[in-house]
């Protein structure tokens, strides 16, 4: 599920409060910079996300045995081949 413009903006906001206000980050660039960067994190974070959903619902639709979707083996077989994306592509955290 892609999140709007306005969400992006919100968490973007959010994330660099929270990253000052914990002294995670201090500021050598200017703020709206630093929001634009966060936004395109997400963004891209997002992208990778649905491009590993597309991919795993082709491998599900390719089997010869019809898997319902929401079905428990569905679920199952989605979990491994989405991990299992994920891994491929550098995403997957431990």
Request: proline content about 1%; cysteine-free; glycine content about 6%.
């Amino acid at each position: 599920m892609m999140l709007t413009e306005d969400k992006i903006s919100h968490l973007s906001h959010v994330l660099l409060k929270n990253l000052i206000e914990r002294n995670v980050l201090e500021l050598v660039e200017d703020e709206g910079m630093i929001r634009r960067e966060i936004k395109r994190t997400i963004v891209a974070e997002l992208k990778i996300g649905e491009d590993i959903d597309q991919s795993v619902r082709r491998k599900l639709q390719s089997f010869s045995k019809k898997l319902t979707e929401g079905s428990p083996e569905w679920e199952i077989l989605y979990k491994k081949f989405f991990r299992e994306e994920e891994t491929k592509r550098g995403r997957a955290s431990g």
